[in-house]
């Protein structure tokens, strides 16, 4: 990847706004199934987590950021005894998803904030380049 020149700044704004993004993405998706429930443990849903790593351009000095993959938690779902739920397994338990709401509520809110300040300092280093080109 090759940062040099002036669209370094921004390429490294795109990249963290797209990580951010991809964070926002996972907590939805972990909102979304919370309260989901399974006939099986194996079978009901673990939230996921965004796993960011650093990205070192060597010959420019900058340092962004890439999503390094997304992964479940390794956490237990809930068995709940419900014998008259339709995925109720030969016991009459049901499994369910382990998401705290709250959580992903601060997680969504964290990668908004993230994301935010991203376009605010994009928005100043336009702002600043075109002030610049503006002199005579």
């Given at each position: 990847m090759s940062m040099a020149g002036p669209s370094s700044l921004f390429e490294v704004g795109h990249r963290a706004?797209?990580?951010?993004?991809?964070?926002?993405?996972?907590?939805?998706?972990?909102?979304?199934?919370?309260?989901?429930?399974?006939?099986?443990?194996e079978a009901a849903y673990r939230p996921m987590r965004t796993v960011f790593a650093q990205e070192l351009d060597r010959a420019s000095g900058l340092s962004s950021v890439r999503v390094d993959g997304v992964v479940r938690e390794d956490v237990a779902p809930i068995r709940r005894h419900d014998p008259g739920h339709p995925l109720a397994d030969e016991n009459g338990d049901v499994w369910e998803s382990p998401v705290d709401e709250n959580a992903e509520m601060v997680e969504m809110l964290e990668a908004s904030?993230?994301?935010?300040?991203?376009?605010?300092?994009?928005?100043?280093?336009?702002?600043?380049?075109?002030?610049?080109?503006?002199?005579k």
């Open positions: 706004m797209s990580a951010q993004l991809v964070r926002m993405n996972t907590a939805a998706s972990n909102l979304a199934n919370a309260g989901s429930v399974a006939g099986s443990e904030r993230q994301y935010r300040n991203m376009v605010e300092a994009l928005s100043t280093a336009k702002q600043l380049m075109l002030e610049t080109m503006r002199m």
